[in-house]
Nanobody, 126 residues
Framework: QVQLVESGGGLVQAGGSLRLSCAPS????????MGWFRQAPGKEREFVAA????????YYADSVKGRFTISRDNARNTVYLQMNSLKPEDTAVYYC???????????????????WGRGTQVTVSS
């Protein structure tokens, strides 16, 4: 069983930056495709970014492309989401997601894997 713990959320002004981290425990981190999703108040959870097991392939939602970067450090068992040029519409709870079976491209196109963190709040003020 994989447990995911996110950190790095907070309050930032529009145009600012934040870096989220997710550190899974249990299982072998390098065997999981990883993703980030977010959920704003009153909205459905949506895909943000995904990364392959090696880190060689990344996928982004159109709304964050060019502003967010997903990366991973398999030696540190950590996946990151660097968020730049933040906008008020980026305000949401951000969730880390792990998939032991499917490719990261599938996370991006077909939906999340089975393991979730509890989420971290990101608030962008205008």
């Amino acid at each position: 069983q994989v447990q995911l713990v996110e950190s790095g959320g907070g309050l930032v002004q529009a145009g600012g930056s934040l870096r989220l981290s997710c550190a899974p425990s249990g299982g072998t981190f390098s065997l999981y495709a990883m993703g980030w999703f977010r959920q704003a108040p009153g909205k459905e959870r949506e895909f943000v970014a995904a990364i392959s097991r090696s880190g060689g392939n990344t996928y982004y939602a159109d709304s964050v492309k060019g502003r967010f970067t997903i990366s991973r450090d398999n030696a540190r068992n950590t996946v990151y989401l660097q968020m730049n040029s933040l906008k008020p519409e980026d305000t949401a709870v951000y969730y880390c997601n792990a998939d032991p079976d499917r490719f990261s491209r599938v996370i991006a196109t077909m939906g999340p894997g089975p393991y979730w963190g509890r989420g971290t709040q990101v608030t962008v003020s205008s």
